[in-house]
């Protein structure tokens, strides 16, 4: 069970270093591939959860993710103490992946003027702030990885292709649903790093945007858990 949650602590590290830091290296001033573009970001992200879930996949769930295992247990598929073990691991995952994308960024945030940029670099914020689509948009993110991670455990796949399946998820919603949220996808990614930006010393950093973090926050987890248990239903009918 250590083992476990070590993992999950691990591998949400990775993923929000990595997909965190493509962002950085997107936005922040005077880095190599400033304003390089959205389509690096979706790449990026994709490879980023792909090579964290690759990392720690073989000791543990890799779930890295509050909303899948809120999802699977509400199935009834974890218990409730290994679900709060592996939640409280993400967070702190997902909180020294941010540090370690500050530390990594340092003389550039100083070269940033606009606080919104700064903040794209752990958190997430609407195109166009309208908070019912807004949430909708995160409940679909949500739904379509659980249903991924459901379907693919009716796969006999090749160690170790998974996580490219699941890589290339992050990649098509980064596409298709993200560009209207930034696709969070993960209350751990979202909310972990929004409270370091609120707790770092960031020259121009501005607000966390807090009025908006709950809909990143809640809405992967109802997405994950409606699709989740309308997905095991259908498979009763199979």
Known sequence: MTLQILGEFLGTFILVLLGNGVVAANVLGKTKSENAGW???????GLAVAVAVWVVGFFSPAYLNPALVIGFLVLGKIK???AFAFIVAEFLGAMLGAVAVWLHYYPHWEETKDSS???????TAPAIRHSWSNFLGEAFDGALLMILIMAMGH???E???GPIIVGFLIMAVGFSLGPTT???MNPARDLGPRIMHALLPIKNKGTSNWSYAWIPATGSIVGAVIVGLLYQWMLTLH
Do not use: D, K, N, Q
């Not at 389509?39 to 992200?45: E, N, R």
């Not at 940029?117 to 958190?123: E, G, H, K, R, V």
């Open 155 to 157: 796969y006999r796949l």
């Open 159 to 161: 160690g170790g292709f």
């Open 182 to 184: 930034g696709y969070a």
């Open 117 to 123: 940029l700064i903040l794209a670099s752990f958190a």
């Open 80 to 82: 409730i103490g290994l």
């Open 39 to 45: 389509v690096t970001i979706a790449i990026g992200w």
